[in-house]
């Protein structure tokens, strides 16, 4: 079963930007659509990007497009996002997982603060 493991997160300050990254474990992170997903305290977990392994075609949530970037390194089998003119609302948890996504597939996030 592919896992991934997210990194990068930290705290910033309102307008700032982020880059954070997650590993998949096995050879469908390169193959499948994978998406990022954020949680905040109290809502649910929320897509916010996605990519498609040609990279042909990328989608992003309304609040979030024209801020964030969503991009991957096969080589690496890693799938960034990078997150420019970062809002207090945008502080979450940061997942990324297939589309649709694989229950047993979700890693333990990485925390993305923005202070204001």
Not at 25 to 33: A, D, F, P
Not at 87 to 98: G, H, Q, R, S, V
């Amino acid at each position: 079963q592919e896992q991934f493991v997210e990194s990068g997160g930290g705290l910033v300050q309102l307008g700032g930007s982020l880059t954070i990254a997650c590993v998949g474990s096995g050879r469908y992170t390169n193959t499948l659509v994978v998406g990022w997903y954020r949680q905040a305290p109290g809502q649910l977990r929320e897509p916010v990007a996605q990519i498609l392994s040609s990279d042909q075609w990328v989608n992003y949530a309304d609040s979030v497009k024209g801020r964030f970037t969503i991009s991957r390194d096969t080589a690496k089998n890693t799938v960034y996002l990078q997150m420019n003119n970062l809002k207090p609302e945008d502080t979450a948890i940061y997942y990324c997982n297939f589309l649709p996504p694989v229950d047993s597939s979700w890693g333990p996030g990485t925390q993305v603060t923005v202070s204001s």
